[in-house]
């Protein structure tokens, strides 16, 4: 029974640059969700799928994040022209349809210079 | 704006003593709580789960919903070194979960 996962760990990246993040899921959940988290604080929620549709989008999400799971398996984040701000913890849960538990993979620590 | 509040701690306990954490919500539509524990420079790994009004146990940890008060809470029985950590409550809907800050909690041996 494989958890979440999520690639790369750790990322460093200069300013202005783009940088993509893999998230797969359990196997059999259906849903899944990225969230970011900074120093001293909890999970901020980013956005869901439900299978391959996009349902929930922060409207704290800059224009310059996108995420996709176009097979309704596993999903990507995507951060374009990457500002020191976007220095976090990007999260990545999954959750089965009818329980709202959620399981969150081990993370990727963004940092930008 | 959905918000939820937690005493940012941090709180110690001596090692055998009951550990108690507090959380209040603000969006009554919240349907689900959640308490998850976060080791540093880990991801939250979930403690439990409460979905209605009163008391949920399961082995040394109780978790406590009031859904007129907005309250939810953790008891932690026989504190172990081992649980500390952050705690981190949450709660929402299976759309999306709003977490608190979380409490620090330290065990002292």
């Known amino acids: 029974d494989t958890g979440v996962s999520q690639n790369p760990r750790h990322k460093i990246t200069k300013r202005g640059q783009n940088v993509t993040f893999r998230c797969d899921p359990i196997s059999e959940h259906n849903r899944l969700y990225w969230y970011r988290q900074t120093l001293g604080q909890g999970p901020e929620f980013l956005t869901y799928f439900q299978n391959e549709a996009q349902l929930e989008k922060s409207r704290l999400l800059s224009d310059r994040f996108s995420a996709e799971r176009p097979k309704g398996s596993f999903s990507t984040l995507e951060i374009q022209r990457t500002e020191q701000g976007d220095s976090a913890m990007y999260l990545c849960?999954?959750?089965?349809?009818?329980?709202?538990?959620?399981?969150f993979g081990p993370g990727t620590r963004l940092t930008v210079l | 704006q959905k918000e939820v509040e937690q005493n940012s701690g941090p709180l110690s306990v001596p090692e055998g003593a009951i550990a108690s954490l507090n959380c209040t919500y603000s969006d009554r539509g919240s349907q689900s709580f959640f308490w998850y524990r976060q080791y540093s420079g880990k991801s939250p790994e979930l403690i439990m789960s409460?979905?209605?009004?009163g008391d949920k146990e399961d082995g040394r940890f109780t978790a406590q919903l009031n859904k007129a008060s907005q309250y939810v809470s953790l008891l932690i029985r026989d504190s172990q070194p081992s649980d500390s950590a952050t705690y981190l409550c949450a709660g929402g809907s299976a759309r999306q979960l709003t977490f608190g800050s979380g409490t620090q909690l330290t065990v002292l041996p």
């Open positions: 849960a999954s959750s089965l349809s009818g329980v709202d538990t959620q399981y």
């Open positions: 409460i979905y209605s009004n």
